[in-house]
């Protein structure tokens, strides 16, 4: 049995709906503003399009949020299977936080992506750890410790450090993380 192949015409709705919410995110740095009105105006399409694919709002962010996140674990599966030391790789996973700081700083004031990226991060590093060969004992760094101090770089950076480009970032954290992950 094959699988379906999904219609050319629905890929760009769901691309542009998208599209729409980060728009409007960027614009308005607020999520209470994302409405389906507004997000259908933005992407000129009509809100029968955006029942098709989507349940409410909801859902629609559920699907941004999961396209984050496969942006995030493209970019970090070069820094798991690396060799330590290497910030070439973090380089590129901070570049993405940098280029989307606009809509990331509203998302991160949701606690629920707040957690979400944190489970994240701490499976990166235990998958780094695993690649390494690093045995579990008592003095590693618990992976929970280091994804919220992770979490709590990035979000800073975001909303209060803008000032400080990727490789300066990448640069600090490679002086602890890159040796402890």
Request: aromatic share 10%; hydrophobic share 45%.
């Amino acid at each position: 049995m094959t699988a379906k192949k999904e219609d050319p015409r629905a890929i760009r709705s769901k691309r542009l709906l998208k599209e729409a919410v980060i728009s409007i995110l960027i614009e308005t740095q607020s999520l209470e503003e994302l409405t389906v009105q507004k997000v259908t105006a933005r992407a000129e399409l009509n809100r029968a399009t955006f029942y098709l694919h989507f349940l409410d709002m909801r859902d629609l962010m559920r699907n941004v949020v999961y396209d984050i996140y496969d942006d995030l674990s493209m970019k970090l599966s070069p820094l798991i299977e690396g060799e330590q030391g290497n910030t070439e790789h973090l380089l590129t996973f901070l570049d993405y936080f940098y280029q989307h700081r606009k809509y990331l700083a509203v998302l991160f004031e949701e606690k629920a992506f707040q957690r979400k990226l944190h489970d994240f991060i701490a499976e990166l590093v235990q998958a780094r750890r695993e690649v390494l060969g690093m045995e579990k004992n008592e003095s590693i760094v618990s992976r929970d410790i280091i994804a919220a101090s992770i979490l709590g770089i990035l979000m800073w950076w975001i909303r209060d450090g803008k000032n400080h480009s990727s490789e300066y970032i990448a640069e600090q954290m490679s002086k602890w993380f890159l040796k402890n992950a």
